[in-house]
T-cell receptor, first 119, second 111 residues
């Protein structure tokens, strides 16, 4: 257990339905990331938050996707009008970023993921 | 061409064997991460390194910045080491520090 939790762990939905996932990061972590992983592939970056501000979004994040982190704590990822191609594992990670710099990196702690199946 | 390439894609070993997984990258990085993913999805960070070598128990990670190459070694492998091992990099510059991942190496250690 890394301290990052995600809910639900599994979601099966019909095409066209909306789904929402939740991520609870480690409480003192200021950064929160969303990644998507399809079968047999490594995860791909979707978006990240610094506290409550969404600072970057990948081109993978179409208009049907929206993410929020309203109080700088938990985050939600919503997919509207789901498509079969949205079927994947959605991973959340958090990190504590103390200072910025081009050559500075921090360890990310991953949640268990939410596996979405769109039928 | 992917920015992060891993080899091999699949690896089967007998218990006790010495295992090496390789990772090459084509971009400037601030750090390289080795991650372990068990069935069910959860990812655990094994190492984060930007130079040299790190060791934790039976796991050793090395990185050669000039050659843009890293290796993960497992000594005295055990069936519980069976998992997907993923190499990921934090790229230089930018602000996101999101990770760019390789496609993973599926390791199976047989008893």
């Amino acid at each position: 257990d890394t301290g990052v939790s995600q809910d639900p762990r599994h979601k099966i939905t019909k095409r066209g339905q909306n789904v929402t996932f939740r991520c609870d990061p480690i409480s003192e972590h200021n950064r929160l990331y969303w990644y998507r992983q399809t079968l047999g592939q490594g995860p791909e970056f979707l978006t990240y938050f610094q506290n409550e501000a969404q600072l970057e979004k990948s081109r993978l994040l179409s208009d049907r996707f929206s993410a929020e982190r309203p109080k700088g704590s938990f985050s939600t990822l919503e997919i509207q009008r789901t498509e079969q191609g949205d079927s994947a594992m959605y991973l959340c990670a958090s990190s504590l970023t103390l200072r910025e710099g081009p050559a500075i990196s921090y360890e990310q702690y991953f949640g268990p993921g939410t596996r979405l199946t769109v039928t | 061409k992917n920015e992060v390439e891993q080899s091999p894609q699949n690896l089967t070993a007998q218990e006790g064997e010495f295992i090496t997984i390789n990772c090459s990258y084509s971009v400037g990085i601030s750090a390289l991460h080795w991650l372990q993913q068990h069935p069910g999805g959860g990812i655990v960070s094994l190492f984060m390194l930007s130079s040299g070598k790190k060791k934790h128990g039976r796991l050793i990670a090395t990185i050669n910045i000039q050659e843009k190459h890293s290796s993960l070694h497992i000594t005295a492998s055990h069936p519980r080491d069976s998992a997907v091992y993923i190499c990921a990099v934090s790229t230089l510059g930018g602000s996101a520090r999101q990770l760019t991942f390789g496609s993973g190496t599926q390791l199976t250690v047989l008893p």
